[in-house]
């Protein structure tokens, strides 16, 4: 079975820390990637990544890093955060296979006061 | 743009049927389904490919048409075990061979 985990299933920050979320997938998946879920707008996609340094911007970038030094392992970066920016974030990451099943880390649900 | 999804909620009693449909503006290659339950992440359903097959697992069944650019969700004689978001993620070559664009989700309770 896949397994994608995930560093935290709660985190509660302040205004303008840096944040640091932190996901690894144990199947040797090329793709990674990361989504933040909020009501009523389903899933959407901040950046992927397809191997080891290379990142892609998805349809919400803004105010959003990525890095992924090592295969297994996709970080993803609030620089600054802000409230807006509350919400769940899921890891997900699948093979290159044309068929591109999804498989998705349990969350971290990020409050920023 | 996401894909449209319909509709947004559906509540039913247990042995009921439900369809549940997503609707795409792209060209299509594939269909993901996947149901997220209350606090857990979305689990992989089934995959709908280019050439219009219907899938089945269980009692959950799924059809693709790629003309229309819809795919649909059938889920017949609901259990309790039913019940949560669903989501469709579409694959699309205009977006990006490694891509699925998620819609926004349909609600599903089902009731005893």
């Known amino acids: 079975d896949v397994k994608v985990t995930q560093s935290s299933r709660y985190l509660v920050k302040r205004t303008g820390e840096k944040v640091f979320l932190e996901c690894v997938q144990d199947?040797?998946?090329?793709?990674m990637f990361w989504y933040r879920q909020d009501p009523g707008l389903g899933l959407r996609l901040i950046y992927f990544?397809?191997?080891?340094?290379?990142?892609e911007k998805g349809d919400i970038p803004e105010g959003y890093s990525v890095s992924r030094e090592k295969k297994e392992r996709f970080s993803l970066i609030l620089e600054s955060a802000s409230t807006n920016q509350t919400s769940m974030y899921l890891c997900?990451?699948?093979?290159?296979?044309?068929?591109?099943?999804?498989?998705f880390g349990p969350g971290t649900r990020l409050l920023v006061l | 743009q996401q894909p449209v999804q319909s509709p947004q909620a559906v509540i039913l009693r247990e042995g009921e049927d439900a369809v549940i449909n997503c609707s795409s503006s792209?060209?299509?290659?594939?269909v993901h389904w996947y149901r997220q339950k209350h606090g857990e992440a979305p689990v992989f359903l089934m995959i709908?490919?280019?050439?219009?097959e219907q899938k089945g697992h269980e009692k959950i069944s799924a059809s693709f048409n790629e003309k229309k650019q819809q795919s649909s969700l059938y889920l017949t004689a609901s259990q309790l075990s039913y019940s949560g978001t669903y989501f469709c993620?579409?694959?699309?070559?205009?977006?990006?061979?490694?891509?699925?664009?998620f819609g926004s989700g349909t609600q599903l309770t089902v009731l005893p």
């Open positions: 709908l490919l280019k050439g219009g």
């Open positions: 997900a990451s699948s093979l290159f296979t044309g068929q591109e099943t999804q498989y």
């Open positions: 993620g579409t694959g699309s070559l205009v977006v990006s061979a490694r891509q699925l664009t």
């Open positions: 990544s397809y191997d080891v340094k290379m990142k």
């Open positions: 199947m040797d998946h090329e793709n």
């Open positions: 792209k060209a299509l290659y594939s």
